[in-house]
């Protein structure tokens, strides 16, 4: 079948707090420096869940989300001629950056003021095909399923790059034991870490599922690990964990926020900031850390847990996410049923 034969599909997002709606739309067309995609994997994010609760500022819609997106070029724009047409390529969240600025001219284009990220300003992967500019593409390996790379994408590659915030931190604590945690936790003990997995009360099923990752301890988040820590990822965006979270770190241990979006953060004692403990935020993602992410997890290798929907039931796997009704990650596949 031919480009011009073919449509697209997507998932669409009309307004905050509504529920996706199917829709067929003109096969979109790259423009200069971009490329089209045909969509075979979509991974689903919790970001996703604040693009659709109206959670991050600046949204419009209406607008697909979605982005950790595998698929194959299907056509180029003007100017472009890498990744190849046919080859097989991840879109991640960060969609473009200025390439002048302070940041960008200093390998932190995720902080960049014009950056631009997939499924928030421009429309992502919940959907058949989509355009991204080839520069923020990345070529994948064809003996990895495009099902399996899909989590890779943004709770792989944040999260790798909220690892790395811990610096050499032995006994590391996650908390919110999901997409990303189960990857990161794989990616820790390769590194000789130890992994503490803290969960929702009463999730007595996260916490299997993290000790059968091989973390050394879970638990609920309420309560304190049987060590102190050097370090701690937040992945979940409740902002009670960040004081709970505080708690079980050693002296100079450092906390590091991975979540895009916090509900309000609890007063807490400067006490439990004394001692040299330190807190910072994990903003986005660059390319290098992508790069860097993708080549190293096939390595380890880091097996994924996922749950796969068809992706006309994006809104069942978004729901199922809210509720925590699976382990691991969810993955909307583009294949027909
Ligand atoms: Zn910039
Ligand atoms: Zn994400």
């Known amino acids: 079948m031919g480009e011009h034969d073919e449509r697209c599909e997507a998932m ?15 096969l979109p067309v790259a423009g200069p420096g971009e490329i089209l995609v045909r969509v075979n994997a979509c991974a689903v994010c919790r970001t996703d869940l604040h693009v659709l609760d109206g ?25 472009v001629t890498r990744p190849a047409i046919g080859s097989k390529v991840g879109v991640c969240w960060l969609a473009g950056s200025c390439g002048h600025c302070e940041y960008c001219r200093h390998g932190e284009e995720n902080l960049c003021d014009d950056a631009r990220f997939t499924g928030w300003q421009r429309d992502g992967g919940y959907a058949t095909h989509c355009i991204t500019r080839a520069e923020f593409a990345y070529t994948l390996p064809e003996d990895v399923g495009d099902i399996e790379l899909a989590p890779l994408l943004c709770g792989g590659v944040i999260g790798y790059r909220a690892l790395r915030a811990c610096g050499a931190a032995r006994r590391l604590g996650l908390f919110g034991f999901g997409s990303a945690a189960h ?24 916490q299997a599922f993290a000790r059968r990752l091989g973390a050394a301890w879970a638990g609920a988040s309420d309560q304190l690990p049987p060590q102190a820590l050097d370090a701690a990822i937040i992945f979940a965006s409740d902002g009670a964990l960040l004081p ?62 996922t749950r796969v929907y068809p992706f006309t039931a994006a809104n069942q796997a978004l729901d199922d996410l809210r509720a925590g009704r699976f382990s691991g990650t969810a993955v909307l596949s583009m294949a027909p049923a």
């Not at 669409?12 to 003109?26: D, I, K, M, Y």
């Not at 209406?62 to 724009?77: E, S």
């Not at 820790?188 to 007595?204: C, I, K, M, N, S």
């Not at 993708?294 to 380890?300: G, K, Q, S, T, V």
């Open 12 to 26: 669409v997002l009309e307004a905050p707090g509504t529920a996706l709606r199917l829709r067929h739309l003109p």
């Open 55 to 79: 959670e991050l500022p600046g949204l419009r819609y209406p607008i697909v989300p979605g982005h950790q997106i595998v698929g194959r070029v299907l056509a180029h724009g003007a100017g």
């Open 183 to 206: 990857i990161i936790t794989q990616v820790a003990l390769h590194q000789q870490r130890e992994v503490y997995a803290f969960t929702r009360p009463g999730d007595a099923a996260a």
């Open 244 to 305: 709970a979270a505080l708690r079980t770190l050693r002296k100079g241990g450092r906390l590091v926020c991975a979540a895009i979006h916090m509900s309000e953060i609890p007063h807490f004692d400067y006490a439990r900031l004394w001692g040299e403990r330190s807190i910072q935020s994990i903003a986005n993602m660059t390319r290098a850390d992508a790069v860097q992410f993708l080549a190293l997890a096939p390595r380890i290798p880091v097996r994924v847990q």
